[in-house]
């Protein structure tokens, strides 16, 4: 009992801790018709690009739009080109990125509505990474 206890506490603190390393915010702007999600990014960690070109270990940042049928979406979610230099825990390059970033989604809407959906990110230091963590949003559009 106190062993399980001790992993649920343990468990816990770790997801708490990884939202504590991010803090997302979404927006639309009007004058370009892109959904803008931003990450500000704890000085010493680091995000993920959303295409890593490997499978050495750490998972892409993943931005699932849900299904709206007053918007189209764009196949691809752009981001700045990432920094790109070798991990040694991982054993190979990694692209990601350090303080901030902004993905973008080019979209044409219908009407006015509600997009909602989630990230899934991952966030490492020099020397730990955390669990990879999900975070639902909606926008007004």
């Known amino acids: 009992m106190k062993f399980s206890l001790l992993v649920l506490l343990t468990c816990l603190s770790f997801l708490g801790f990884t939202q504590e390393k991010v803090d997302w915010s979404f927006s639309f702007d ?4 892109e959904i803008h999600v931003h990450a500000e990014i704890e000085k010493g960690w680091h995000l993920y690009s959303l295409n890593l070109a490997n499978d050495l270990g750490p998972i892409p940042t993943e931005i699932v739009f849900n299904e709206n049928k007053s918007v189209q979406f764009s196949e691809n979610t752009s981001e700045p080109t990432p920094i790109v230099s070798y991990d040694e825990n991982f054993g190979g390059d990694l692209s990601y990125f350090e303080n901030e970033v902004t993905f973008k989604n080019k979209i044409n809407v219908t009407e ?11 966030v490492c230091n020099n020397e730990m990474c955390l669990p990879p963590t999900e975070v639902e949003f909606k926008i007004n559009i």
Do not use: A, H, K, L
């Open 30 to 33: 009007n004058r370009t018709s």
């Open 112 to 122: 006015n509505t509600t997009v909602s959906g989630y990230v899934v990110f991952m």
